[in-house]
């Protein structure tokens, strides 16, 4: 079983930056794709931006420009770093591995703790 940890949320001021860490641990063959999502509140969870294990990466429409999603395949570890921070930036950031097990059948890992972002002066 995969285990997900985030970490680097906080308080900022608008047009500040953050840097968010996720690291997966547990017992898996390999990671495919990592990715963020953030729930703020009363809205439903969305996809902020995800990267491949071969570099491919994504972002919402919303973030893009300010956002840059990265990993370290050795580290089993996804970031994500956060520019230009706007008021409706906040939210509870996730994230998410989409990996294989050692059969090499795929799963979704389970969701973690998240990290709260709130940017406001």
């Known amino acids: 079983q995969v285990r997900l940890v985030e970490s680097g949320g906080g308080l900022v001021e608008p047009g500040g930056s953050l840097r968010l860490s996720c690291a997966a641990s547990?017992?898996?063959?390999?990671?495919?794709?990592m990715a963020w999502y953030r729930q703020a509140p009363g809205k439903q969870r969305e996809l902020v931006a995800s990267?491949?294990?071969?570099?491919?990466?994504n972002y919402s429409d919303s973030v893009k420009g300010r956002f840059t999603i990265s990993r370290d395949n050795a580290k089993n570890t996804v970031y994500l770093q956060m520019s230009s921070l706007k008021p409706e930036d906040t939210a509870v950031y996730y994230c998410?591995?989409?990996?294989?097990?050692?059969?090499?059948?795929?799963?979704?890992?389970?969701w973690g703790q998240g990290t709260q972002v709130t940017v406001s002066s």
């Open positions: 998410s591995a989409h990996l294989y097990d050692y059969t090499r059948s795929p799963y979704y890992s389970p």
């Open positions: 547990g017992s898996f063959f390999s990671i495919n794709t």
């Open positions: 990267i491949t294990s071969g570099g491919t990466i």
